[in-house]
Protein backbone atom coordinates (compact mmCIF):
# COMPACT_ATOMS: atom_id res chain seq x y z
CA UNK A 1 0.00 0.00 0.00
CA UNK A 2 1.20 3.69 -0.94
CA UNK A 3 0.08 6.63 0.42
CA UNK A 4 0.57 10.49 -0.23
CA UNK A 5 -0.87 12.90 1.55
CA UNK A 6 -1.15 16.62 0.59
CA UNK A 7 -3.28 19.59 0.51
CA UNK A 8 -1.20 21.14 3.15
CA UNK A 9 -0.41 25.11 3.48
CA UNK A 10 -0.30 28.09 5.26
CA UNK A 11 -3.85 29.36 6.57
CA UNK A 12 -4.66 32.26 9.22
CA UNK A 13 -6.37 31.32 12.32
CA UNK A 14 -9.96 29.89 11.99
CA UNK A 15 -9.63 29.53 8.84
CA UNK A 16 -10.19 25.78 6.94
CA UNK A 17 -8.27 23.38 5.42
CA UNK A 18 -8.98 19.90 3.24
CA UNK A 19 -5.81 17.34 3.28
CA UNK A 20 -6.33 14.44 0.64
CA UNK A 21 -4.26 11.27 1.08
CA UNK A 22 -4.04 9.39 -2.14
CA UNK A 23 -3.74 5.16 -1.37
CA UNK A 24 -3.23 3.24 -3.72
CA UNK A 25 -2.62 -0.89 -3.71
CA UNK A 26 -4.57 -4.03 -4.27
CA UNK A 27 -5.08 -4.66 -0.78
CA UNK A 28 -5.68 -1.19 0.26
CA UNK A 29 -9.58 -1.83 0.51
CA UNK A 30 -8.81 -4.06 3.45
CA UNK A 31 -7.25 -1.03 5.90
CA UNK A 32 -8.85 1.53 7.77
CA UNK A 33 -6.70 5.49 7.29
CA UNK A 34 -5.70 7.59 9.98
CA UNK A 35 -4.49 10.59 10.08
CA UNK A 36 -1.53 11.87 12.56
CA UNK A 37 0.60 15.09 13.20
CA UNK A 38 3.96 16.45 14.61
CA UNK A 39 4.05 20.00 15.68
CA UNK A 40 7.89 21.34 15.80
CA UNK A 41 9.29 19.97 18.92
CA UNK A 42 6.37 17.41 19.69
CA UNK A 43 5.74 13.73 19.46
CA UNK A 44 3.79 12.44 16.98
CA UNK A 45 0.49 12.61 17.92
CA UNK A 46 -3.14 10.74 16.30
CA UNK A 47 -6.04 12.62 14.77
CA UNK A 48 -8.52 10.71 12.96
CA UNK A 49 -8.89 7.08 11.84
CA UNK A 50 -11.84 5.82 9.57
CA UNK A 51 -12.77 2.22 8.60
CA UNK A 52 -12.29 0.31 5.53
CA UNK A 53 -15.97 1.11 4.67
CA UNK A 54 -16.38 5.12 5.46
CA UNK A 55 -17.88 3.89 9.32
CA UNK A 56 -16.33 3.67 12.46
CA UNK A 57 -14.96 7.07 12.55
CA UNK A 58 -12.75 7.81 15.00
CA UNK A 59 -11.31 11.57 16.12
CA UNK A 60 -8.59 12.64 18.77
CA UNK A 61 -11.23 14.36 21.82
CA UNK A 62 -9.59 17.70 21.39
CA UNK A 63 -10.11 17.36 17.96
CA UNK A 64 -14.05 16.51 17.63
CA UNK A 65 -15.95 19.21 16.06
CA UNK A 66 -13.26 21.21 14.48
CA UNK A 67 -12.37 17.98 12.08
CA UNK A 68 -14.17 15.55 9.98
CA UNK A 69 -12.62 12.31 8.30
CA UNK A 70 -14.52 11.25 5.65
CA UNK A 71 -13.44 8.50 2.68
CA UNK A 72 -13.79 7.57 -1.18
CA UNK A 73 -13.29 4.38 -2.50
CA UNK A 74 -12.19 2.96 -5.59
CA UNK A 75 -10.63 -0.35 -7.26
CA UNK A 76 -7.20 -0.31 -5.55
CA UNK A 77 -7.57 3.50 -4.75
CA UNK A 78 -8.94 4.81 -1.99
CA UNK A 79 -8.37 8.72 -0.91
CA UNK A 80 -9.08 10.21 2.64
CA UNK A 81 -9.76 13.59 3.47
CA UNK A 82 -9.31 15.53 6.26
CA UNK A 83 -11.13 18.62 6.68
CA UNK A 84 -9.79 21.02 9.42
CA UNK A 85 -12.15 24.07 10.47
CA UNK A 86 -11.45 26.38 13.07
CA UNK A 87 -7.87 26.35 13.01
CA UNK A 88 -5.79 27.28 15.36
CA UNK A 89 -1.89 28.20 15.22
CA UNK A 90 -1.34 25.11 17.48
CA UNK A 91 -2.43 23.20 14.91
CA UNK A 92 0.73 23.93 13.27
CA UNK A 93 1.89 20.25 12.11
CA UNK A 94 3.08 17.73 9.36
CA UNK A 95 -0.23 15.71 9.08
CA UNK A 96 0.65 12.45 8.30
CA UNK A 97 -1.61 9.24 6.80
CA UNK A 98 -1.09 5.94 7.13
CA UNK A 99 -2.82 2.70 7.00
CA UNK A 100 -3.93 -0.23 9.20
CA UNK A 101 -4.27 0.35 12.93
CA UNK A 102 -6.33 -1.49 15.05
CA UNK A 103 -10.30 -0.84 16.12
CA UNK A 104 -9.85 -1.54 20.02
CA UNK A 105 -6.75 0.95 19.62
CA UNK A 106 -6.66 3.57 17.35
CA UNK A 107 -4.15 5.77 18.64
CA UNK A 108 -1.48 3.29 18.74
CA UNK A 109 0.56 4.14 15.86
CA UNK A 110 2.84 0.85 15.85
CA UNK A 111 -0.29 -0.76 14.87
CA UNK A 112 0.02 1.11 11.52
CA UNK A 113 1.51 -0.71 8.58
CA UNK A 114 2.37 1.85 6.19
CA UNK A 115 2.67 5.82 6.23
CA UNK A 116 2.84 8.30 3.65
CA UNK A 117 4.97 11.55 3.84
CA UNK A 118 3.91 14.47 5.36
CA UNK A 119 1.94 17.52 4.24
CA UNK A 120 3.44 20.68 6.03
CA UNK A 121 0.22 22.87 7.99
CA UNK A 122 1.18 26.33 8.98
CA UNK A 123 -1.55 28.36 10.93
CA UNK A 124 -0.57 32.01 11.22
CA UNK A 125 -1.91 33.99 14.19
Known amino acids: VQLQASGGGLVQAGGSLRLSCAAS????????IAWFRQGPGKEREFVAR??????????ADSLKGRFTISRDNAENTATVYLLMNSLKPEDTAVYFC?????????????????WGQGTQVTVSS
Open 50 to 59: IGRSRGNKYY
Open 98 to 114: AAGGSHWNPQRQADYAY
Open 25 to 32: GRTVGDYA
